[in-house]
């Protein structure tokens, strides 16, 4: 089985920083697809940053230039560094993964970790 597991999510002040990371575990053939996702309260989740096979990452457009997104493929985890957040990046983060594992292509989510920008 494959497990994701969050960290590093908490209490910010505006215009400060955070780092999240993932690690997944488990039996996995290959990590096609790594990244996060974000539901605010009243609001569906939305995708905040991917890191695809090949080096290419998306972002939504709400937070370029602030988040970076990185991956370790040795550690099979992903890292989002949150630069100058603001009242409105406040959600629940969900690290994603789209994992062959088994012979079958799944995807994958983790529990979730709390960002709170507020003074």
């Known amino acids: 089985q494959v497990q994701l597991v969050e960290s590093g999510g908490g209490l910010v002040q505006p215009g400060g920083s955070l780092t999240l990371s993932c690690a997944a575990s488990?039996?996995?053939?290959?990590?096609?697809?790594m990244g996060w996702y974000r539901q605010a309260p009243g609001k569906e989740r939305e995708l905040v940053a991917v890191t695809i096979n090949g080096g290419r990452r998306n972002y939504a457009d709400s937070v370029k230039d602030r988040f970076t997104i990185s991956r370790d493929s040795a550690k099979n985890t992903v890292y989002l560094q949150m630069n100058s957040l603001q009242p409105e990046d406040t959600a629940v983060y969900y690290c994603?993964?789209?994992?062959?594992?088994?012979?079958?292509?799944?995807?994958?989510w983790g529990q979730g970790t709390l960002v709170t920008v507020s003074l």
């Open positions: 488990g039996s996995i053939s290959r990590i096609n697809v």
């Open positions: 994603y993964a789209d994992i062959f594992s088994s012979w079958r292509r799944n995807d994958y």
